[in-house]
DNA sequence: TTTTTTAATTGAACAGTGTTCATTTGTCGG
DNA sequence: CCGACAAATGAACACTGTTCAATTAAAAAA
């Protein structure tokens, strides 16, 4: 077969992706193979190196897609309780992150040679900037000089509690409640912003 | 070439740990393989399959030996810096995981499907015995109920901000001093359990 | 000591991987 | 209608993990 024209250049992009995902989620990155994506998609491997130059930077738009879904999430649950808006963050965190452990896995297993495109970085920063948000809305002072270097700490906080829960460490170490401690550290940082 | 007896079983399994950790610290997990392993240390890819089951488990040791490493820096840092030992500890930390970036991710970038082994559990827990210790040492209340929880909050909150630095996550959101926030943080959350 | 049994080591075989690229075949501007 | 371009293919290559019959040395038994 030669040149097709079934899709668009963009469809094509998100059709690989969506199957990419797809196969992401069942498999996890070690098992994740781009011969199949590109077969589940309705293309040959070459494809991928067409439309995206690289399997990484597939992988990579894989996981960017993943941050788009998992901002989503968030903001869902931000929506569902508007009282405890850090609790909902911290919660909103761990369940998405539990929901689809190979596809969260995928995010942070995953190490690009090169830079990551425009697009993905854009798309990463949408994740960052609701929790910039909320926290500066949770801080003693809204205007705290750093408050958003602030925030991604608190990000980096919670992230490491995770990681641990689906790395299976915490498990290991008989933690009964995570999503708990990652709480109770960031109050405790957060208070620690008054004076 | 059949049977040998050039090593006992430890010696080989300790060969073939020291060359899968020569090579993952060159390559990283996702180059690694386990051919290239076993040509380095004298033998052949079945070799392994014999002394440790399966790929995974000869990885699995690799990262029990890395704790060993990590453990063992930690312990000389805590030494030469008697009087700031929590600074110790995070700075530790941080400097061994940048310092072996693919020895490092290799632990928590490898899912093993099947249970670790004993050998590995308590080759892993000595790192966290070690910070546990400390981390009592430096609370308000030392005898606080749960103070080894807390601790491993503590871990996971470092770690957190560790993983950001070596996956580039903090690099992207040009994040100057990683480490300062991680040890703000940390003592944020010590402060906090007075009362 | 000689023979038998047992255990360790190999490497070919298999099915899969990522990556490259000559070849084919639609699409489109002139 | 045709030539130029672009997209899609899949065979080829060098690798991977995993299995396992065959080989050979060590240990046990005779």
Not at 79 to 96: C, H, Q, S
Not at 126 to 140: G, K, M, Q
Request: proline share 4%; glycine share 8%; net charge negative.
């Amino acid at each position: 077969m030669g040149r097709r024209s079934d899709h668009t250049r963009d469809e094509l992009r998100a059709l690989l992706i969506a199957h990419g995902s797809a196969l992401m989620a069942e498999q996890g990155l070690a098992k994740f193979s781009g011969r199949e994506a590109a077969k589940r998609a309705g293309y040959s491997v070459g494809t991928i190196y067409n439309v995206f130059g690289s399997l990484d930077q597939l992988i990579a738009a894989i996981n960017s897609h993943t941050f788009s879904l998992w901002a989503e999430h968030l903001r869902a649950r931000l929506e569902g309780a508007p009282d405890d808006r850090i609790k909902a963050l911290v919660e909103g965190y761990f369940d998405f992150a539990l929901a689809h452990p190979n596809l969260w896995s995928a995010i942070y297993d995953h190490r690009l040679a090169d830079e990551l495109t425009e697009h993905d970085q854009e798309q990463r920063a949408v994740l960052t900037a609701i929790v910039e948000n909320e926290v500066r809305a949770a801080l003693p002072d809204p205007d705290m000089p750093g408050a958003d270097r602030f925030a991604r700490s608190l990000i980096a906080t919670v992230h490491g509690h995770c990681s641990y829960v689906v790395s299976g460490t915490f498990e290991l170490l008989d933690e009964p409640d995570p999503v708990g401690n990652a709480l109770a550290r960031v109050r405790e940082c957060i208070a620690a912003q008054r004076g």
